[in-house]
Every structure is written in structure tokens, then in C-alpha cells.
């Protein structure tokens, strides 16, 4: 049993390294959950230890393969290896067309041992995901499971309209069969280093938690799948906010009414709410290459919660200024396409590429200066890298001065403000100035910032 | 507070409840079956730790994936009686635990006119003038009880406060008569529709279960079930296409019910196998947006709608 009961708390472990917050109590129900399911089938364990130590369904794509690690399907390499490339494929061509999935982990753990072994000395050897996948070429085999699979259901039995599917649902089972790959090499690896260090470094962070300045195409995806969701939680909060701030004198009319339930005697005083004011917003983007992910991403979700607000108007520059909140509005059908639309239809750049604060923010003073009022609050968000031209403090002076409230964003941290080109510690002097470098900040920033 | 936690400590891990409901997972996922809910192994495995641990269920997930149906499914197989406490903006303390009958009250104060004022108190704070609300009659009953709490993200944040006496200790206290602990422990099942992020202190007594849409395969047994005279091939086709609907990037992704429904108009419609024109005129029982069904339309190469 003590062995049991240092792997859940190893797994807990690395669980808690990527940032999850798991207490003692919960350590303790992981640990009864096992003595209920038992150790006879792993997928019981699996929902169990998930459903006793896990509290958002955001965690579950970290948990699943620091699972794998800590309580492995097998130990080494598979009994029967040694069939070679062109065999391999045969039998996964087969089990793709059959959708099988034992049969596909199975050749996921050959196809591993078999190609992705590298290195000879101890120490410096290991098992690559990326290049099994670089020999076996699953990808290629599409072709060749839909022939497989049009000629076996040629005889009526098949699919018929739901065939048109076929393309999609074999490139998800391959898109699976990659994973598995991976969840493989990585268990291979953890033997040979300790599993202790390959699940806090090889799995893959959750996607809110992921630097926007690094966060992969596929990353940046998923970010943008989350801007609905988060939307609307923050429009929850933001309403909560505003109710609480929404009170005003008192509603005689409705307290008297409410006193009815205790006899008469008006102890609850009912409040009149306040006809709320909804604020304005306005955005300065920064979408050159380095930090165009951050910009994107939040344009997204400021467009999202735009019934929060009367108005939103939204700019992009990168040494040019102009405004894209029209291009915003027809971003939501195609949130992908956003930041490549932006660039080719706005009028962003001069005689050179690199971004320039200083001109683009002087020009948003001069040419839109009347988008900001008494009311407005501006969002500016960039990380303030003039490429050593003049920062132009006085056009942030003069928007400062008009605007209810400037915040700036930065997603660089803030150890690496002021190092180099970066005018950030001048802007910051202006205007207040927050790091906000994953998704988890930026809502959290948003969430305490917007005006109500 | 101190004599409280020395109380305590040596049960600190409770053995399992005297009369568990269920004696595995298969088991779990048999009976459930027989009242029409079928359940995939996350989902069994949860609702039997939630039985043998003695903790809530707090399950979330998409709409229309069946979560308040599994609670009643749970009480169906246990024979226990359901009680339900529907959350909303504004819910509080005496539409959830109880309220004094306060007309009941003044009619008894005026009635018994002769009476000391002291008998008159320790009346009409009695059992008989209480109203239990949801919370205090699944606590209070001696019958096995399933304790619903449905689309717990509505209720305000007070609420959750409220919910943790209740969901950690199984008591509640109400001043002028004392503490009301639970005799026999209600299954509870809390639902959420990730509307509102709820508290860490809650979700730390609860065991977590999130429905998705279910596998394919699953998926095809619940519309062999729900909608019975639907032929196998045409079974399979419906859940493969809102498969591929739900990999889509849609405003609002099909889901269980939908496809129920979808199944139940085909064959209203006397269709025997999904074509085009089929899927053009039944899409908008599926997407309800129609951003999406243009979207999907695209997708399955059919004609401009």
C-alpha cells in the first residue's frame, strides 16, 4: 500500500507543478477512491483519481498524460518488436479503416520501440515522438484507409450521406494515433529519467497558462475556441459588479411591499437601482509579428463582451494607425482569419515594417483624438518596443489627460521592461501599466479592470 | 471549536455509508441502464465514488448532455425520493433551507390573547410554524433521499456559502431551535453550467464530474433507445454527422438532446437513410443559429440553403 500511496501523492505532485491546487483532503479521497475501484482496470482509476483530485474540465488535458506517466499501461517495450516499417503500416492502415482502438495503442508502443529510439549511451539515450512520426508517416495513409473503407461498404451496407465524413473522421483517428505516439516515447523516456521529471517538463502546460509571446499556432487555436466560454463568465462577473455598485436610495414602494412578509414591519429596506451607465472602451492594438497572438486574442474577447459596453472601438497599428472595428465585427464568423484580415485590409505601416509607438500613438491623438471622452477607458496593449525611435510621451500625456482611465498591457514580463528598445518604464510612468503575459492574467486583469 | 476538531480526528477518514447503494461500477452502470440512463464509465465510476465516499457530485458540462437526468435516474434506482432545489439569481436562505410561517405565526400570537408572553415565544418557534425549503427536507428525512441542486452557477456567491454547511457536515443550524444534522446522509448531485466560475471551498468538497458529448458508439445505443424504431444503419449515420457538427467551430454544438430530436424527426419523416435533401430540411432541429447552419451546410456540400 506505500507504494500506492507515493505514487498519488508523485502524481499529485506533478499535478500541483503545473499549477493546480490540490489539497491534502483530496490526496486522501484520491487515495480511498483506489482502495474502492481497485488496480484490476486502469480506465476506472483513471475517471476515479480525475474525479476526486481534478475541479475544472480545463485540468483534464494535464492530468491524462502525468496519468499515463505515474501509472503506466505496460512496462518497456512491447514482447512481439521487430517488424519492420512497411508491415507496420499495413497493420495501422487496418486498424485506422477499423477504428481499433487497443490495436492502434498496440502499434503506437512497436512503432516507438521499433523507430524512435535514439542515442546508444546510456544517459543521453531516449525515444522520440517526432521521429517515429517523421519515418512511419501516418498522415499518408489516408488515402489508403478510404479506398479500404469505400470498397468494404461498396455493397450498400455503408454509411451512404454519412460518408462524406469519411475524410474528417480518419484524420481524427490518425490525429489519435499520434497522440498515443507521444503519450508512448514519453513513457519510455520517464523510465530511463524518473518520472518526476518528465511529468513536470514534458506534458504539455493547459492552454490558459501558456505565454502568449511563445504559444504555438495549435495553442493560439485553442485560445480562440476559449474566447466564448470565458466571455461570458467575465460578463457574469462584470454584471455582478455592476448590481453591487447599482445601489441607490431607498424603493418605498418595494420595501413596503416586502414588509408584508414580516408582518408589516419594513426590516429589509429595498433599495431603488440606478439606471446603469454603460461605459465606453477603446482599444490601441500593437499586431506586429511579435506580439500579434496577445493582440488578436484579446480583440476577440473584447469584441465578445461587447454587449458589456455602448460602444467599443478598436485600433490596430504597427507604425501606422488605423481603425479595424468594423473588421472586428465580421471577424466573429472567421476568428481564425482575424489578424490576417487586419493586416491586409488596414492601413498599418509607413515606408518600414517594425512597429513605431510613438508615431502611432501620435497619430491616434491627432486623428482620433475625439474617440475619447470623460467616459472612455483606452486599453493599450503592446510591449512598448519602439525600436529606438522616440516613444512620444506627450501624445499618452494627452490621451491620458481625456480618458476616464488608460491601462496598458504588456505581455513581456516584467523583469525584461526597459531592457533594450523597450520604452516601457517611460509609458509606465504615464499610465498604469500590468504584465499580462497568459490568458489566465489577461482575464483576471480584464475582469478587475473594466470599467463598470 | 478546538473540542470540535479533537471530536474528530479519529474519524478522519469515515468508512464507507452503512448501506452503500451500489456494489461496483458494473453495477452501477446496469441499474442505471434499466431506468433508461445510460452511462459511460466516467460517469458510473463517479456516481459510485460519490456513494461510497459519502460526497456530493458536482457535475457540469454543456447543456442538454443529461445531468439533471442522471440525478434522477440515481434516485430512481435507489428508491429514494427526489428533492430538488432549482438555483437561480437571487435564491437565498429562505427559498433554499426554511422559513418562518410568519402568518401562521400572527394568527397564533392573536389566538391565544391570555397567554404569558413566554408561552407564547416557545410556541410559535416550533416544528409547526417552520417551512422547510429543499436543503432542510432532504437533510431531515429518514428515507433515502437524492438531493438535486440544479444549475448551481445561477445562484449568487452568498449561496455557495450557505451550500458548504451543508454539503461538508450534512447539518443545519437554525437559531431558535437548534442544529439539524442529517440521519441518513442524501446522495447530492450539484449541477453547473460553467456560467460563473464556482468558489474553490465548494468545489474542494465535491467530487468532479464533467459530461461531455459521449462517445460514438455510447451515443448510438441512446438514440437506439430513446427513438426504438430507427434502423441501425440510419443510427449510425445521425450520430457520425452531429459527430462532425460537434468538431466544427459552432456557436452552439449539437448535443445529446439534439440529436434525440433529430432522430425522432427522421422518422416522423418516414426517412430510411440520411441524403441530401433529408439533411436540408431537418438541419434547423440540430443548429439553432443560423450562422451555424449555413456553416454546417458548407461543410456537407449541400446546396445553398
Not at chain 1, 516507438?112 to 531516449?126: A, E, I, R, T
Not at chain 1, 480618458?403 to 513581456?412: G, I, Q, S
Not at chain 2, 443560423?290 to 445553398?304: E, F, G, N, T, W
Request: proline content about 5%; aromatic content about 6%.
Amino acid at each position: 500500500m506505500t507504494e500506492v500511496a507515493e505514487r498519488i501523492t508523485g502524481l499529485v505532485g506533478a499535478l500541483r507543478a503545473h499549477g493546480m491546487r490540490i489539497g491534502t483532503g483530496e490526496s486522501v479521497d484520491a487515495a480511498r477512491a483506489a482502495r474502492e475501484l481497485g488496480f484490476a482496470d486502469r480506465e476506472l482509476l483513471r475517471e476515479g483519481l480525475a474525479a476526486t483530485l481534478l475541479h475544472g474540465p480545463g485540468q483534464r488535458a494535464v492530468f491524462d498524460p502525468v496519468f499515463d506517466l505515474y501509472f503506466p499501461r505496460a512496462v518497456g517495450g512491447p514482447a512481439d518488436a521487430g517488424s519492420d516499417r512497411d508491415e507496420l503500416r499495413d497493420r495501422l492502415a487496418e486498424a485506422l479503416a477499423a477504428g481499433d482502438q487497443v490495436m492502434m495503442a498496440r502499434l503506437a508502443a512497436e512503432a516507438v520501440d521499433g523507430m524512435g529510439g535514439y542515442g546508444s549511451s546510456p544517459g543521453s539515450d531516449g525515444f522520440s515522438a517526432y521521429q517515429t512520426l517523421d519515418r512511419l508517416r501516418p498522415q499518408t495513409l489516408l488515402a489508403r484507409v478510404r479506398s479500404d473503407l469505400r470498397g468494404g461498404n461498396g455493397d450498400g451496407s455503408g454509411g451512404g450521406f454519412a460518408d462524406r465524413l469519411l475524410d474528417d473522421e480518419i484524420r481524427g483517428r490518425i490525429e489519435q494515433f499520434r497522440r498515443m505516439v507521444g503519450a508512448e516515447a514519453r513513457r519510455r523516456v520517464a523510465e530511463r529519467r524518473g518520472r518526476d521529471e518528465i511529468a513536470r517538463r514534458g506534458v504539455v502546460p493547459t492552454a490558459d497558462r501558456v505565454d502568449f509571446l511563445f504559444a504555438g499556432r495549435d495553442q493560439l487555436a485553442e485560445l480562440r475556441r476559449a474566447v466564448q466560454p470565458l466571455a461570458r463568465k467575465l460578463a457574469t462577473r462584470l454584471a455582478a459588479r455592476r448590481r453591487r455598485a447599482a445601489r441607490g436610495t431607498v424603493d418605498l414602494r418595494r420595501t413596503l411591499r416586502s414588509s408584508l412578509s414580516t408582518g408589516g414591519v419594513p426590516m429589509r429596506p429595498v433599495l431603488r437601482r440606478r439606471r446603469p451607465v454603460r461605459p465606453e472602451l477603446v482599444l490601441l492594438c500593437d499586431v506586429s509579428g511579435s506580439v500579434s497572438g496577445f493582440s488578436d486574442f484579446t480583440m476577440l474577447l473584447v469584441q465578445a463582451l461587447h454587449d458589456q459596453f455602448s460602444k467599443i472601438r478598436v485600433f490596430a497599428f504597427v507604425n501606422r494607425l488605423d481603425e479595424v472595428t468594423g473588421l472586428l465585427d465580421h471577424g466573429r464568423a472567421d476568428p481564425d482569419g482575424l489578424g490576417a484580415r487586419i493586416r491586409a485590409e488596414a492601413t498599418l505601416t509607413g515606408w518600414h515594417g517594425s512597429s513605431d509607438y510613438g508615431v502611432a500613438l501620435g497619430e491616434f491623438a491627432e486623428r482620433y483624438g475625439a474617440a475619447v471622452g470623460p467616459r472612455t477607458t483606452v486599453f493599450v496593449l503592446g510591449d512598448a518596443r519602439t525600436n529606438m525611435s522616440d516613444p512620444n510621451l506627450a501624445a499618452v500625456r494627452e490621451v491620458a489627460r481625456r480618458a476616464r482611465r488608460v491601462y496598458w498591457l504588456n505581455p513581456e514580463p516584467q523583469d525584461r521592461w526597459g531592457t533594450g528598445d523597450s520604452a516601457a518604464p517611460a509609458y509606465a510612468e504615464l499610465v498604469e501599466m500590468h504584465e499580462c503575459r497568459t490568458a489566465r492574467q489577461l482575464s483576471a486583469l480584464i475582469a478587475r479592470l473594466l470599467p463598470v | 471549536m478546538l473540542n470540535k476538531r479533537l471530536d474528530r480526528s479519529p474519524d478522519l477518514i469515515p468508512d464507507p455509508p452503512e448501506a452503500p447503494l451500489f456494489t461496483s461500477v458494473d453495477d452501477v452502470c446496469a441499474r442505471l441502464a434499466e431506468t433508461g440512463y445510460l452511462a459511460s464509465p466516467a460517469v458510473a465510476t463517479t456516481v459510485f465514488l460519490a456513494d461510497r465516499l459519502g460526497k456530493p457530485l458536482l457535475v457540469e458540462g454543456p447543456a442538454g448532455v443529461g445531468k439533471t437526468e442522471l440525478a434522477k435516474a440515481v434516485a430512481q434506482v435507489a428508491g429514494a425520493r427526489l428533492v430538488r432545489l432549482q438555483c437561480y439569481e437571487g435564491v437565498d436562505e429562505s427559498r433554499a433551507l426554511y422559513e418562518w410561517n410568519h402568518a401562521k405565526q400572527l394568527l397564533r400570537i392573536s389566538a391565544g390573547r391570555d397567554e404569558s408572553w413566554d408561552e407564547t415565544r416557545t410556541d410559535i418557534f416550533s416544528e409547526e410554524f417552520l417551512l422547510p425549503r429543499p436543503l432542510l427536507t432532504a437533510i431531515r428525512g429518514d428515507e433515502p433521499t437524492v438531493l438535486l441542486i440544479d444549475e448551481t452557477d445561477k445562484a449568487d456567491v452568498e449561496m455557495e456559502g450557505l451550500l458548504l454547511e451543508v454539503l461538508s457536515d450534512f447539518q443545519i443550524t437554525v437559531p431558535e431551535l437548534g442544529t439539524v444534522s442529517a440521519t441518513r446522509r442524501p446522495f447530492v448531485v450539484l449541477t453547473s453550467n460553467a456560467g460563473r466560475e464556482l468558489s474553490e471551498a465548494l468545489r474542494r468538497r465535491c467530487l468532479f464530474l464533467h459530461i461531455g458529448f459521449p462517445e460514438e458508439e455510447l451515443e448510438r445505443r441512446i438514440v437506439r433507445l430513446k427513438v426504438p424504431g430507427l434502423t441501425e444503419a440510419l443510427a449510425a449515420s445521425v450520430v457520425r454527422v452531429v459527430g462532425a457538427l460537434r468538431a466544427m467551430d459552432l456557436r452552439k454544438a449539437p448535443s445529446v438532446a439534439e440529436t434525440v430530436d433529430w432522430a425522432r424527426t427522421l422518422l416522423a419523416l418516414g426517412a430510411g437513410a440520411l441524403d441530401e435533401t433529408v439533411v436540408r430540411d431537418s438541419l434547423g432541429v440540430i443548429l439553432k443559429h443560423q450562422d451555424d447552419i449555413q456553416k454546417a451546410a458548407a461543410k456537407l456540400d449541400l446546396d445553398a440553403l
